[in-house]
Nanobody, 124 residues
Framework: VQLQASGGGLVQAGGSLRLSCAASGRTFTSYHMGWFRQAPGKEREFVAAITASSSRYYTDSVAGRFTISRDNPKNTVYLQMNMLRPEDTAIYYC???????????????????WGQGTQVTVSS
């Protein structure tokens, strides 16, 4: 599976962005998909995930502001980000998890494939 993330950019605080992640391969529907981010000088952290059956998980700091979704016919997962804050500034990575378990869906080690990342910068 190859993942291609896009949609990052520079936005003012309070603004919105939508990230997209296009996946290759014919088994997209069986993968759990995740978004992670890494800010300068910080470790990569979980942002959101959507399972193959479209259950959604969010880290507390983005719940209510971000929405993850997937379009299976298009092999694409999205991250709609609203009410952006300066602390959301990071490189955002999409990822795919081949195994069916969800107990570790918030852990980056559980994911098998990663996209190249897209920069999101939120100015104050």
């Amino acid at each position: 599976v190859q993942l291609q993330a896009s949609g990052g950019g520079l936005v003012q605080a309070g603004g919105s962005l939508r990230l997209s992640c296009a996946a290759s391969g014919r088994t997209f529907t069986s993968y759990h998909m995740g978004w992670f981010r890494q800010a300068p000088g910080k470790e990569r952290e979980f942002v959101a995930a959507i399972t193959a059956s479209s259950s959604r998980y969010y880290t507390d700091s983005v719940a209510g502001r971000f929405t993850i979704s997937r379009d299976n016919p298009k092999n694409t997962v999205y991250l709609q980000m609203n009410m952006l804050r300066p602390e959301d500034t990071a490189i955002y990575y999409c990822s795919a998890k081949a195994s069916s378990g969800i107990y570790n869906i918030r852990r980056d080690y559980a994911y098998d494939y990663w996209g190249q990342g897209t920069q999101v910068t939120v100015s104050s």
